[in-house]
T-cell receptor, first 118, second 113 residues
Framework: GAVVSQHPSRVICKSGTSVKIECRSLDFQATTMFWYRQFPKKSLMLMAT?????????EQGVEKDKFLINHASLTLSTLTVTSAHPEDSSFYIC??????????????FGPGTRLLVL | DQQVKQNSPSLSVQEGRISILNCDYT??????FLWYKKYPAEGPTFLIS?????DKNEDGRFTVFLNKSAKHLSLHIVPSQPGDSAVYFCAAGGPGGYQKVTFGTGTKLQVIP
C-alpha cells in the first residue's frame, strides 16, 4: 500500500522554540494532506486540511498562527509549531489523501511525531 | 460535541472467537465510514471502509455493517487473532466522499490466546 512518512518521529524542545514536522507521501502524489493531534487516551482530532499550493483550512479552535502549515509540493506538507509551550506536547499525525484511477479515495497515515515541550 | 462515538473503550475476546466493535454517529450527512487499527505511538492503519449506499462490506476476516436508520456501524473480526490486539477507531466522512474525516474515541481490543 501507499506509504506516508513523518520526520522527526520524536522531538524534545525547550519552551519558546519552534518545531517543524514534515509529512511526505513516498509513492503517490497527494493534493490534500491532513494534520491530526492525538491527546493521551483520546481520539484523533483534525487540526487542519492542507491543500497543495493554497492556504490550509483550519478546524475551529486551532490557532493558525500557532500551527503553521505549508503544502509546497504534491508530496510534502510541513507543520510548524511556533513558540511551543508544554501544552503543545502531543502526538501529531499526518495523513495523505490518495485518489485511485478507479475513483476510490483512501487516506494513508504517517507514523506520527511525538512532541515533548519542556 | 463527539459526532462519532465508540461507547466501549475496551473489549477482550478469546482467540478464534468473533470480535464485534461498535460505533455510533450523529451527523446524518456522513456518507462514508472507515475503520482504522492503531498501535501505540504509530499512525492508524486503514482496515476497511463502507459507503452509505451499502449495508455490508467484507474483506477477509473483517466485515463492516452499516445501519443508517440507527446511525450505527460495527466491525466484525472473525476469527480473532492475538495480532488483532490494538486500538480500533471508526471514522466518518462526507458528504460526497471525504475531504476530512471525524474519528471516534477508539476501542482497545485484546485478543487472548
Amino acid at each position: 500500500g501507499a506509504v506516508v512518512s513523518q520526520h522527526p518521529s520524536r522531538v524534545i524542545c525547550k519552551s519558546g522554540t519552534s518545531v517543524k514536522i514534515e509529512c511526505r507521501s513516498l509513492d503517490f502524489q497527494a493534493t490534500t494532506m491532513f494534520w491530526y493531534r492525538q491527546f493521551p487516551k483520546k481520539s484523533l482530532m483534525l487540526m487542519a486540511t492542507s491543500n497543495e499550493g493554497s492556504k490550509a483550512t483550519y478546524e475551529q479552535g486551532v490557532e493558525k498562527d500557532k500551527f503553521l502549515i505549508n503544502h509546497a509540493s504534491l508530496t510534502l506538507s510541513t507543520l510548524t509549531v511556533t513558540s511551543a509551550h508544554p501544552e503543545d506536547s502531543s502526538f501529531y499525525i499526518c495523513s495523505a489523501r490518495s485518489l485511485a484511477r478507479t475513483g476510490k479515495e483512501t487516506q494513508y497515515f504517517g507514523p506520527g511525531t511525538r512532541l515533548l515541550v519542556l | 460535541d463527539q459526532q462519532v462515538k465508540q461507547n466501549s473503550p475496551s473489549l477482550s475476546v478469546q482467540e478464534g472467537r468473533i470480535s464485534i466493535l461498535n460505533c455510533d454517529y450523529t451527523n446524518s450527512m456522513f456518507d462514508y465510514f472507515l475503520w482504522y487499527k492503531k498501535y501505540p505511538a504509530e499512525g492508524p492503519t486503514f482496515l476497511i471502509s463502507i459507503s452509505s449506499i451499502k449495508d455490508k462490506n467484507e474483506d477477509g476476516r473483517f466485515t463492516v455493517f452499516l445501519n443508517k436508520s440507527a446511525k450505527h456501524l460495527s466491525l466484525h473480526i472473525v476469527p480473532s487473532q492475538p495480532g488483532d490486539s490494538a486500538v480500533y477507531f471508526c471514522a466518518a466522512g462526507g458528504p460526497g466522499g471525504y475531504q476530512k474525516v471525524t474519528f471516534g474515541t477508539g476501542t482497545k481490543l485484546q485478543v487472548i490466546p
